[in-house]
């Protein structure tokens, strides 16, 4: 009899997690940016928040040179990940001598959390970084001033060196398993009928690796647009990625503060998704009329 | 001795194998790399600029780290019990799920995918933050409970992407089979259902795991402060300008990370259905 | 030894329009090895997977013995199923296998053991209990297969097209296997195949099944000698059909009037219908027999144990198969006499 509930019982723990807590708290939230407030009293909804935010004297700037920031951040590694990412698994498909160390060593920061890979790069490309040094032995630098700022920049260099380290073999893992699983065959063909390495790469390996490619994207920039602890290790005080800003608003005791800061969240979350689902539909298209 | 002449075609192949070779040994050190800095500062006492190696080592930081006032045992404790947590709990949710979706279709099917996946396209800081403020009212705010609780949120996608993608390629006859030769509904999953989403399993226990051990924001906005686990406990300690000991807890914080990856990546290679599950997307 | 009742049984899907078994009775006697027969899609596995208790019936009911067994679940039925890929359990050794049902019963394991080795004889596989099913060949993982279903000593045992995946020599050592051992054991065997040269092998009845309904239960003889409709008779590869008009013990057809004599003829049908005659029962060139009209050869096949000839008599053409005929004896543009034995031919309603 109740063979007929069964699959919307299979479902229930899952969804539940996603209705309540997901969706729930995004909703609360929304309310909460909107002003509403029960424990004083506060029940009319306005948009007071978002006003302050996006146009006041005071916050506007802040939040639009934050949210530039984070797009170019964002765009930015992720387009990056991703071209390197393909370029890797090419390099890494071959075989050669020490391939199996090779991939294994590939895939290792995997577990590796975002925090760790930003003070790495901190470690790294700071102006008293082991790059540095490595110049200054080679005589490029003679103080850690002559060091160009690399990290804890305006431009946000360090954040999207980290995101890029990450994001790489993230991507890079992907595609490979999409070439090893499919690739082989259809090159064979191409090769067969005439295609040269170039031409392989643009029509047989690219469109089967874009979907794959796409899909991972997607995630990274989610993931790098929303980032907070790469940002606040490696960015600056102007402008902050707006993560950051939103963090610190929410943090506030100031409840309008509070307010703000949430409402900074929805804007984050509202543009991601509609980028995302945009750069979906759009992308879904285009593969399409190939 | 003659040596016959290198034809171009040979020559032409053997520098290709030589840049070929150069550009795997770049890519592979810039991914080793920063490992290489926190190896040299977890053990720099004395460093000055621009020295490459430290003139003085010392293992401060880890005495630091494992010594009696050390806040890191009680962090690791507290991450691994909530990643831990989460991770039995969201395979046992997420099963199910993954079971229909990977085996049948119905109405609705695609609306529900959604669902489960839009966790991966919105930030977190949002649902955190929303969540925030009922947890307070409801007690669960700087729990670790509650910090588990909320750790599900972004865990939730990727267990149910990766079982579905294994249930996907499941012949339930064998279930049918089982039954058929006499076996109950809990002897059958034991013996037949399980051993065969068992890779699967690893594999989304795997990022659940990861997923939870590296959370940031979601344990400081809901953790409140009350709960330290190591990223909450690294982040301020990176802030604080000891370089040594940032590096040596930064070690200590991705090593069960890095060895439950390689414990599990007899598993990984079999990726393809998990992966098969992200083009879906 | 187990009787086997099906009444009225019925299955439709949520959401199907037509129903997948309709209306379906039978009865199985028991220590049978009865088939069931019929393309693909007409639901003869569907009605297995209801004996076996997999799939829950919409209607009717399903008896052993006289008790309705649609309260008990597969697990307790006692009704094996071996299905068409064997289904052998990845992860546990072919003895594992084997005792699996066995085990399920919380039988102790020296007597697991011990009736593990004795099935393996008896599907002639000793000594292969450690091995893991991906090092077996199909042929033998089938037997394995089969060994599995039968240590549990199941009242009913149900194949689902036990020979459609072995070639055609391991298919007789299979078929043999198959009835000697259902013989020995005396279980009732129903199996399900869509080949029907299969089913008249290996069967005692065979209940021949089109778009979920029952059409024909009988003996294999049956079905060559008095088919139930022409698309019965066409799926055992009967292929003249003449329009024709049953007046008592005669036939009226277009290329001739002949005398009807098949044995049991009340039962076949009166009035307009189409005469048909197996390709193997025509005779040609016969002195002096009754039934008999000339036609010219229009095409002559040598298959080596047979040859087929198509035969245009006024403006039919009839199939005739020969075994002795050998290139030459008759040929092409030949004109013959084709007797229509008395006693050979039926008739079928059109369509």
């Known amino acids: 009899m109740w063979e007929r509930f069964r699959i919307p019982i299979m479902l229930a723990p899952t969804l539940a997690v996603i209705v309540f807590l997901f969706i729930g708290g995004l909703g609360y939230g929304l309310l909460v940016s909107l002003g509403w407030q029960p424990r004083i009293g506060q029940t009319q909804l306005s948009l007071e928040a978002y006003r302050s935010i996006l146009f006041s004297e005071q916050h506007g700037p802040t939040f639009w040179s934050g949210l530039w920031l984070t797009l170019w951040v964002s765009i930015a590694s992720t387009f990056l990940a991703a071209s390197l990412a393909i370029a890797s698994a090419l390099l890494l498909r071959q075989t050669f001598i020490g391939k199996r160390a090779a991939t294994f060593l590939f895939q290792l920061n995997l577990p590796v959390p975002h925090i760790v890979a930003a003070i790495g790069m901190l470690f790294l490309f700071s102006q008293s970084g082991l790059l540095s040094r490595i110049g200054a032995q080679m005589g490029l630098f003679s103080s850690p001033g002559d060091f160009p700022i690399l990290v804890k920049d305006k431009f946000g260099m360090g954040m999207i060196f980290s995101f890029v380290w990450k994001e790489v073999p993230f991507i890079g893992v992907i595609v490979l398993a999409i070439l090893q699983s499919l690739g082989a065959d259809y090159e064979d063909l191409a090769r067969s009928l005439g295609a040269n390495a170039w031409q392989r790469f643009r029509h047989v390996i690219i469109p089967l690796v874009l979907p794959g490619v796409l899909s991972a994207s997607i995630l990274v920039f989610a993931f790098t647009f929303g980032s907070f602890e790469v940002p606040a290790i490696l960015g600056v005080r102007f402008p902050r990625t707006l993560p950051v800003t939103a963090v610190r608003f929410f943090r506030d005791p100031d409840l309008n503060a509070r307010a703000e800061g949430m409402a900074i969240s929805i804007v984050i979350s509202g543009i991601v998704f509609v980028l995302v689902v945009f750069y979906m539909w759009f992308s879904r298209r285009t593969i399409r009329q190939d | 001795m003659t040596k016959s002449p290198e034809s171009p075609t040979k020559r032409r192949d053997r520098v290709a194998r030589v840049l070929h070779g150069l550009a795997v040994a770049l890519l592979i050190f810039a991914l080793l790399a920063p490992l290489f800095a926190f190896l040299i500062n977890a053990f720099a006492f004395r460093w000055f600029y621009p020295q490459l190696i430290p003139s003085e080592f010392s293992l401060r930081a880890w005495q630091s780290i494992f010594g009696p006032n050390s806040k890191v045992v009680g962090a690791l404790w507290s991450s691994a019990a909530i990643a831990i947590g989460v991770t039995i709990s969201s395979v046992i949710i997420g099963l199910p799920a993954a079971r229909a979706l990977g085996l049948y279709s119905f109405k609705g099917k695609r609306i529900v995918e959604f669902l489960i996946l839009s966790p991966t396209i919105v930030p977190g800081i949002a649902v955190a933050m929303g969540l925030n403020i009922n947890f307070i009212r409801w007690g669960l705010a700087g729990s670790h409970f509650g910090v588990a609780l909320v750790h599900l949120v972004p865990v939730m996608p990727y267990v149910v992407l990766t079982l579905s993608g294994v249930f996907a390629n499941y012949n339930p006859e064998f279930e049918e089979q089982a039954r058929s030769l006499g076996a109950g509904p809990i002897a059958t999953f034991r013996y037949v259902t399980f051993p065969a989403v068992f890779p699967g399993i690893v594999v989304a226990s795997l990022f659940a795991f990861l997923i939870s051990w590296s959370q940031y924001i979601l344990t400081f906005l809901i953790g409140g402060g009350r709960v330290v686990t190591m990223p909450i406990l690294l982040f301020s300690t990176s802030a604080g300008g000891n370089e040594a000991l940032t590096a040596a807890m930064s070690l200590v914080f991705i090593a069960p990370a890095v060895l439950f990856l390689v414990l599990s990546s007899r598993f990984l290679s079999g990726k393809s259905g998990a992966i098969g599950g992200f083009g879906k997307v | 030894m187990t009787q086997v009742n099906l009444r009225h049984l019925r299955k439709l899907y949520p959401g199907a329009q037509i129903a997948a078994v309709d209306d379906l009775s039978l009865e199985v006697p028991s220590g049978r090895l009865i088939a069931f027969l019929g393309p693909s899609g007409c639901g003869k596995t569907t009605t297995l997977k209801m004996i076996a208790g997999l799939i829950p019936p919409s209607g009717g009911e399903i008896t052993f013995d006289g008790q309705d067994v649609s309260a008990v679940p597969a697990e307790k039925r006692g009704a094996v199923m071996v299905f068409q890929n064997y289904l052998l359990f990845p992860y546990m050794s072919i003895g594992d296998n084997v005792g699996f049902g066995l085990k399920m019963r919380g039988e102790d394991k020296a007597v697991i053991k011990k009736r593990v080795g004795e099935m393996l004889e008896l599907v002639k596989l000793p000594d292969i209990a450690s091995r893991r099913p991906t090092q077996l060949s199909g042929g033998q993982q089938q037997r394995v297969a089969l060994a599995r279903a039968l240590i549990t000593n199941p009242n009913v045992l149900l194949l689902d097209e036990p020979l459609s ?43 021949l099944m089109f778009d979920g309904e029952l059409k024909q239960y009988a003996a294999p003889e049956e079905f060559y000698q008095r088919p139930v409709s022409e698309r019965a008779a066409r799926f055992f ?77 006024g403006e039919y053409e009839v199939e005739v198969i020969r075994t002795a005929d050998m290139p030459g004896d008759i040929n092409e543009g030949d004109e013959v006499r084709v007797t229509f034995p008395a006693d050979r031919m039926w008739l079928v309603e059109g369509g």
């Open chain 3, 165 to 207: 995946n072995l070639d055609a020599h391991l298919r007789d050592e299979m078929r043999e296997l198959i009835v000697s051992i259902q013989r020995d054991l005396e279980v009732t065997t129903i199996f399900v195949t869509h080949d029907q040269e299969e089913a008249v092998l290996l069967a005692d009845q065979v209940a």
């Open chain 3, 237 to 313: 590869g009967g292929v003249n059909f003449i329009p024709a008009e049953r007046k008592a013990e005669q036939i009226l057809t277009p290329i001739g009037d002949f005398s009807f004599q098949a044995a049991n003829r009340e039962t076949a049908p009166t009035g307009k219908a189409n005469l048909t005659i197996r390709p193997e029962q025509l005779k040609l060139n016969e002195d002096g027999a009754a039934n008999t009209v000339s036609g010219k050869v229009r095409s002559r096949i040598y298959v080596g144990t047979y040859t087929r000839y198509k035969i245009l008599i």
